[in-house]
């Protein structure tokens, strides 16, 4: 078995943000919560479901973590695979073998439902699989078999490795983010899937949910705590 000890998530309703700061942490990098969440844009987004389903804060494009997350100091190499695509047994291959040379290296790991749809942070692995740390696991769990990664309802797979980078100056990191956010918002196409609405389209779609009676009662306090935390770090980071 291999380990990087201490390696952890940091519990966040952002599972994939508390997991990029658990990898910042165990790698030294001094990036608050607030300048992580407001540099990669996460916090000012939105993005809702017709029915403000549970999918909403995770069922986009975020892409942008790591492009706008190379301007606070961080690098990321990925794998990615859908259950409905052909060669996914190759994928799920490449994203073990991918882990595995990681964690050789001292590099920290997080990867997409390793357990319920939460991001989860991979701080070690064994013959059989993976061992990991995130959302109804603090602590960490595992093994969890590299050949069940994303075979699931859900159906993708989705694992990274995160390395230390050239942080941008503030003035770059700044810009970077409100244009992103203001893209986001304004021109979504890219960024969002069919049924789901960001920017101000996303909270007529919650208010228009709500009147309807059809807003599912799970995802209303999901959704809330998610964009609520997204709020608050806004504000920090502005």
Sequence with gaps: MKKLENL????????????IKGCLDYLGLDVSDAWLFGATGHAFVINVHEVVCPSGPTAWNTAMLFKLGK??????????????????????KLA???VKAAIDQGLPCYGW????????????????????SGPGCDEGKGPKPWQELGDTE????EMYSLKPGQAADDVQTVKEALAFALEHATSPAKWIFPKYKAGLAGYDTWIRALESGTADGFGMAYNAAVWQECRGYAVLFL
Excluded at 8 to 19: A, I, Q
Excluded at 113 to 132: A, K, N, S
Excluded at 154 to 157: A, E, Q
Aim: glycine share 12%; hydrophobic share 35%; proline share 3%.
């Design 8 to 19: 952890r998530w940091v519990p966040r309703w952002v599972s994939h943000l508390g997991c």
């Design 71 to 92: 301007n606070i100091g961080y690098e990321i190499d990925s794998v990615f695979g859908m259950k409905s695509a052909d060669g996914f047994a190759e994928k799920q």
């Design 96 to 98: 073990w073998e991918h």
């Design 113 to 132: 439902e390793l357990d319920i749809p939460e991001y989860y942070v991979v701080c070690g692995y064994d013959d059989t699989g993976y061992y990991f």
């Design 154 to 157: 859900i159906g993708v797979l």
